[in-house]
């Protein structure tokens, strides 16, 4: 999650994976993958547990099983991976699709070839246990921690008051200092992804609220896989190679949970495991992870949808902001093909 407009997209862009990223490891996460014949170059924003069908598909040999040798860089936000791609320091990157259609509103390029998050796994915490999910008239006056307009928690809130005519209080915090605000006192609740999410609930804190629970909301393209059109007409191969790896990597996680969580430890170290567990399992039993990865239309039309309410596009729907002009489902109904093919691990 995470948008733009170069204040705007950028700070929508860094906020839901800030947030995601939340007590990642230090270690470098470029890695190199077997000894394909195509190198590829995937800038992710950050390091992230949103992102764990990338290191699945690295961990698990995906990636050199179907040709491709990847290098994953990382950005540090999504403006930063999504100019490397513009610029040529990248041949993909992965954080929130919103940047491909205020790239076409611009005049500029890119396509959405895949599915990395497919749910707004982001919860409503807080000390206080009332189950909100079936009646949200409880947050009426209430004070929320955001962070800032027009990130993503906040569009988040804003929205879903508007949606059931309450009235909260927005307290926004530094992005980091949610859970710490809840816990002095400074505000009742909080929005969060995980692992914080579930940092919040070893310290004593409940989840009351799902996002992605909300059938108004599910599913969402949260995080996607995003490339150029040029780069597939000049590397089909690779291109094919590299979605369907991620198709396999996103099935292995609900086919083996143990080795997605296992993985998961590996690039999170600096957290705790019970922590990284319950931060996945939560992720799977969202479905936060896709299934497979075609982007669908609904799951577009829900991540747009926030994307004008925060005014980090300029019309939805509109020819740069559609599904059509801005979805390639080549590459992920071929990798659906294919991943059938290869069974999973």
Known sequence: MSLHSN???AALAASALVLAAAGCSSQDTSAIAGSGSDEVVI???????????????????????EGVDVT??????????????????ADFSIQDPVFVPKSHEQGGEGVVVAAVQNAPTVFIIGKDDTDLQEDLSFLDGKRVVTSPEPDTTWAFMTYLAQQNDIDVEIVNVAIGNELAAVES????????VDPQV???????????????????????????LTT????????????????????????SIY???????????????DLDEDVIATSVNR????????????????????????????????????????????????LAEQAAVEADEAGTE
């Not at 800038?43 to 099983?65: H, I, K, R, T």
């Not at 059938?215 to 995080?223: G, L, Q, T, V």
């Open 228 to 251: 150029t059109q040029a780069y597939i007409d000049e590397n089909p191969e690779a291109a094919q190679g590299v979605v369907t790896a991620f198709e396999r990597a996103s099935r």
């Open 255 to 269: 086919a083996d949970p143990e080795r997605a969580i296992e993985i998961a430890q590996q690039y999170f170290s």
């Open 185 to 192: 006192g400074q505000a009742d609740y909080a929005l969060a």
């Open 72 to 89: 994953i860089d990382t950005g540090g936000g999504g403006t930063q991976s999504w100019s490397a791609v513009l610029g040529g320091s």
């Open 283 to 330: 992720e799977i039993e969202a479905r936060g992870y896709p299934e497979t990865v075609l982007v669908t239309p609904e799951s577009w039309d829900n991540n747009l949808e926030i994307a004008l309410y925060a005014d980090n596009v300029e019309a939805y729907p509109s020819d740069a902001t559609s599904y059509e002009t801005n979805v390639n489902t080549e």
């Open 7 to 9: 204040h705007r997209l």
């Open 198 to 224: 579930a940092q919040g609930e070893a310290i004593g804190l409940t989840s009351v609220y799902s996002f992605s629970a909300n059938e108004d909301w599910s599913p969402f393209a949260f995080s996607s």
């Open 43 to 65: 800038n992710q924003a950050f390091q992230s547990l949103l992102y764990l069908p990338l290191y699945v598909a690295e961990e698990q040999g995906y990636f050199e099983d």
